[in-house]
């Protein structure tokens, strides 16, 4: 498997972020929140990420960007364990919530469980009261 991150493979589209934080469904699993959703339609060829860190939490561009850096690295490494579904695309958002800098160890290790998690179980809506 391609061990680059493309472009095509983050997600820049704002219809799609729109619609990610709109319909997706979510989870939290320290220091990231994930939201994830299955789109059937074939606008993306790939899976699609987002990286977010809050400027709210670290209030240096230089930190924000380290961590981005750490966390697209680790899913570059590790993008493999979704694998390639022809059916199947998903839009990623992995926002980071911690407001301490974390070591590369730590984001891939966090990284390596929240795709096997969202290969695992099955993705339900967000529910809307």
Known sequence: MNSQLHKNERLHSKKLIK??????????????????LEINFDVPETNQVLFS????????????NLIKRRMREAYRLNKQILGEMAQEKKIIGLIYVSSEISTFQVIETKIKKILTTI??????AKSNP
């Open 19 to 36: 619609e990610l934080f709109d319909k997706g469904s979510s989870f939290f699993l320290y220091p990231f929140k994930v939201m994830v």
């Open 53 to 64: 860190v809050s400027k709210k939490k670290l209030k240096k561009a230089v930190d924000r």
């Open 119 to 124: 290969k695992e179980r099955p993705l339900s």
